[in-house]
């Protein structure tokens, strides 16, 4: 079992930024890819960002040029650094961890784009 603990939601104003963290209970050795996604009320869940163990990274058209993804491999953590956020940005985002073909989900934290 891989446990994933967020954190780094909260509100921000648009064109402001966030930076989420994502740590996982097992080395990043054994994990394929770490990535995130959001789902927003009424809304299917849907990828923002990935980066596999090979460190390729995708991302979701809508946030390409204004999100990144990183990692630091010793403490098996994944960033998303959010920048010009936009009020569609707001939704609850979700780390996620692909290891042995097993999909795991972290509890999801809030990001709310308001002014």
């Not at 090979?54 to 491999?73: M, P, W």
Request: include cysteine; proline fraction near 3%.
């Amino acid at each position: 079992q891989v446990q994933l603990v967020e954190s780094g939601g909260g509100l921000v104003q648009p064109g402001g930024s966030l930076r989420l963290s994502c740590k996982a209970s097992v080395s990043m050795n054994s994990i394929y890819s770490m990535g995130w996604y959001r789902q927003a009320p009424g809304n299917q869940r849907e990828l923002v960002a990935v980066i596999t163990n090979g460190g390729s990274r995708n991302y979701a058209d809508s946030v390409k040029g204004r999100f990144t993804i990183s990692r630091e491999f010793a403490i098996s953590t994944v960033y998303l650094q959010m920048n010009s956020l936009k009020p569609e940005d707001t939704a609850v985002y979700f780390c996620h961890a692909r290891v042995d073909l097993l999909n795991f989900w972290g509890q999801g934290t809030q990001v709310t784009v308001s002014s």
